[in-house]
């Protein structure tokens, strides 16, 4: 048996930090956000096709039909200067006036999208991504709202945005609480002048936690930093330190992200040296150095990234089984349907997922013409909807119930998943998993694997697709 840290969570939710095991299992692959995966996606289904999912959107529940919840995501791609890790889909620019120009293209959209749903327009979950959202000024984010909420019903409820710390004061982050924003999420990665230069992302301590006490003081409820460990420069020993100002400031939630350096893939990362890469072994260090740190502060595992605090609503969802895994992480909202807008962002209807073009040309040109800006999309098979149930199922609870499976989808699940029980039986040996005739269940040492079990139910890895961009464990 190998040495483990323990992780000092509540029982449900507790991980050991097993070095060699996260050694052996950690390798690249989806956050499944999705299932399938955005890679799957195909341009046979396009605008014509989402605009009959959008004419169909409806679900029956007992006697009548009724509206799935509706959430909103606005995808805001302009950021100021370029972040050498970053894979998001960008427009790096210091010309503002683009902010202008991009709402007005917004507003195109929701109004082709409005008239285009069936079932209902109220929404209770709004999103606002990027990109950075907090390029646009106090004025446009309320613009912005104002034109969404004439196009759809906006209920209270969860409104979260990503803010740049460096792009915001104690007056914006108050108009954002106006506007009914509760939710903020941060990027930070690194606390490290040194990290900093490298990966050219200069942001002081001081940034962050004055935009963190400005989000208390106007009503934001829960507040998410993102960390991110195997940068450039990174060490132990700065990582700590990092660990030290962050845990100060009280975050509710932490997404601690393992860097990918896959320069061919994504352009920014070609600044990056890759000598200045902390080896593999000093990563596993920083990785178990920042599992044990938050859990000595009192932080709860989630899953897939993230931690959070034992008040905060996500910690709440894992006790009690209420968790969701969506384009925006882990989520304590109901299954419902996403609608996305913008360059590049994703669409959840029902059965389906689309995604927008990813250039400001081509969005601006097709919601000129009157066009749905859909560039591919995929609908699930019942195949896709069945492992879409496992993986969702093990990322949000660290098990299956192989009989709610089997009765759900009408198969019998050791005889459908034949081909994939023998990598099930050797996560069993590794000590990742338990299995019996009733339940999957991921260890306490497999938590921060839990993307490998979910891995093994995926048909396109199984029949051998490349790994999608993503990240590593935990």
Known sequence: ???????????????LFDPEL????????PRYTSY????????AYD??????????????????????????????????????????????????????RYLDCLEGEFRLVAGLLAGGRCAGHVH??????????????ADLMRRLGQQFDLQPGEYAIEIDPRSVDDDKIAALGRLGFNRMSLGVQDFSPAVQQAVNRIQTGEETAQAIAAARRHGFVSINVDMIYGLPRQSPTGFNDSLDQLLAMKPDRIALY????????????????????PSADVTLEIMGLAIGRLAA???????????????????????????QRSFHGYSTQPDSDLLGFGVSAISKIGATYSQNVQTLDQYQARVDRGELPVLRGIRLTADGLLRRAVIQSLLCYFEVSIESIEIAYLIKFREYFAGEWDKLVQLERDGVITLDTEWITVTPRG????????????????????????????
């Not at 399938?36 to 341009?43: H, N, R």
């Not at 921060?448 to 697709?465: C, I, Q, T």
Request: aromatic letters at 8%; hydrophobic letters at 40%.
């Open 128 to 141: 606002l991504g990027g990109g950075t959202p907090t390029f646009l000024s106090a004025a446009e984010l």
């Open 1 to 15: 048996m190998h040495d483990a840290l323990p992780y000092a969570g509540a029982p449900a939710t507790g991980v």
């Open 447 to 474: 938590k921060l694997l839990v993307r490998a079990v979910a891995m093994v139910f995926d048909r396109y890895l199984s029949r051998g697709d490349p790994l999608p961009h993503q990240s590593t464990a935990p």
């Open 258 to 277: 393992g860097y990918a350096h896959l320069p061919g893939q994504c352009a920014p990362q070609r600044h990056i040296h890759a000598a200045d890469l």
């Open 47 to 100: 605008a014509r096709t989402h605009a009959a999912t959008l004419r169909k959107r409806h679900t029956t529940r007992g006697p009548g039909a009724n509206t799935r919840p509706l959430s909103l995501y606005v995808h805001i791609p302009f950021c100021e200067a370029l972040c050498y890790f970053c894979d998001c889909n960008k427009v790096v620019t210091g010309d503002h006036g683009n902010g202008a």
């Open 22 to 29: 996260v050694r052996k299992y950690d390798r690249p692959g």
């Open 36 to 43: 399938p995966t955005i890679d799957q996606f195909v341009e």
């Open 297 to 323: 502060a009192g932080y709860v595992y989630i899953g897939m990234n993230h931690f959070a605090l034992p008040h905060d609503e996500l910690a709440i969802a894992a006790r009690h089984a209420g968790l």
